[in-house]
């Protein structure tokens, strides 16, 4: 059991018509390239790609992925049930992330809220606010995420289309 | 302006249902790929410690946002797509699409009328240069890493 890096790596560019419809083009590239070429390769190529379509390139994303080689056996777990953190930004506003199928023993007694004691939620608490190696996780403003407002378990239905409920 | 969004961290973790879903952390702007990339396996492991469910995916994702653009061509249609078809040095085929192709790029003459695209047109062969030869050691490929090597048809696509 390994992640390992994905076979290509993605640049993706997306395109908005008159309509305000949006739709991309893709390349991929072999996953030695480095991460300097692939941006280099990137802003290069997007001048070029706008020259060719009178609708207009509003992103551009790279993607590299990594995979597990070797899934394991999945216990019983449930995406949708979520345990959500609401966090306090250096900038003032609040940010917030959810752990797919939160660990029922890492709840507090009422089964909702989430134990900030648990030694892994401290764990992962701390490396979402003081960072790890040096590198602290932002807000979408880019300001530090510096202290947890609100941290309970919550149901959301998952958006993955096709899939149905066993039972 | 084309501006740099906060980079992303995406974990994918699947329960016993197949179902999939996602953990999404931010990082600053001036977090260098590089140094996110050392970092996937200790974030793995922390969200890992704490689901029951299992991560099997992890994606980096470093993004820019055109944040003042022209207003997009009278005749723009992103359901208009310029389609090119590459060989591949494992002799698969490869393609990529162009969203809304100008239409002073089909060649509107012969049985193909309204359909072909003109190659031999200048811009159109940078890019297909691009892709085929790539650009500063980004050589593109198929889904299995195979190199492109050179241009099989292009036409247009209407969805």
């Keep these: 059991m390994a992640f390992v890096l994905e076979p290509t790596l993605k640049v993706v560019f997306t395109f908005r018509d008159n309509d305000g419809k949006h739709a991309t083009s893709e390349v991929l590239v072999p996953n030695s390239t480095t991460p300097a070429n692939l941006v280099t390769f990137a802003t290069a190529l997007r001048p070029l790609l706008g020259n060719l379509s009178d609708a207009v390139i509003v992103g551009m994303n790279l993607i590299i992925g990594y995979m597990e080689n070797a899934i394991p056996t999945i216990p019983m777990s449930d995406i949708e049930n979520k345990g959500f953190v609401l966090f306090n930004g250096g900038n003032g506003l609040k940010s917030s992330i959810?752990?797919?199928?939160?660990?029922?023993?890492?709840?507090?007694?009422?089964?909702?809220?989430?134990?900030?004691?648990?030694?892994?939620?401290?764990?992962?608490?701390?490396?979402?606010?003081?960072?790890?190696?040096?590198?602290?996780?932002?807000?979408?403003?880019?300001?530090?995420?510096?202290?947890?407002?609100?941290?309970?378990?919550?149901?959301?239905?998952?958006?993955?289309?096709?899939?149905?409920?066993?039972? | 302006m084309i501006v740099q969004l906060t980079n992303e961290l995406e974990l994918h973790f699947m329960d016993n249902d197949a179902k999939v879903s996602t953990c999404l952390i931010r990082f600053p702007v001036s977090t260098s790929i590089p140094t996110l990339q050392g970092l996937v396996t200790s974030w793995i492991a922390l969200v890992q410690a704490v689901s029951s469910a299992v991560c099997?995916?992890?994606?980096?994702?470093?993004?820019?946002?055109?944040?003042?653009?022209?207003?997009?061509?009278?005749?723009?249609?992103?359901?208009?797509?310029?389609?090119?078809?590459?060989?591949?040095?494992a002799s698969t085929i490869a393609s990529f699409r162009i969203p809304s192709l100008m239409e002073d790029?089909?060649?509107?003459?012969?049985?193909?009328?309204?359909?072909?695209?003109?190659?031999?047109?200048?811009?159109?062969?940078?890019?297909?240069?691009?892709?085929?030869?790539?650009?500063?050691?980004?050589?593109?490929?198929?889904?299995?890493?195979?190199?492109?090597?050179?241009?099989?048809?292009?036409?247009?696509?209407?969805?």
């Design chain 2, 105 to 159: 790029y089909i060649g509107y003459t012969g049985p193909l009328a309204g359909i072909v695209i003109d190659t031999t047109s200048p811009d159109i062969q940078s890019v297909i240069n691009a892709i085929s030869d790539g650009i500063s050691g980004a050589y593109p490929c198929d889904p299995f890493g195979a190199d492109i090597t050179t241009l099989s048809s292009a036409f247009m696509e209407q969805y």
């Design chain 2, 56 to 89: 099997i995916r992890a994606t980096i994702t470093v993004g820019w946002r055109e944040t003042s653009h022209p207003y997009p061509g009278e005749t723009s249609d992103s359901g208009r797509s310029g389609t090119f078809l590459f060989d591949t040095a």
């Design chain 1, 98 to 167: 959810t752990i797919p199928s939160i660990l029922e023993t890492a709840l507090q007694g009422n089964n909702q809220d989430i134990d900030q004691s648990n030694t892994d939620i401290d764990d992962f608490l701390t490396a979402m606010t003081a960072g790890l190696s040096g590198v602290i996780p932002c807000n979408a403003s880019g300001a530090d995420l510096v202290s947890v407002k609100e941290a309970y378990k919550q149901n959301r239905r998952s958006h993955v289309s096709g899939r149905q409920r066993k039972g």
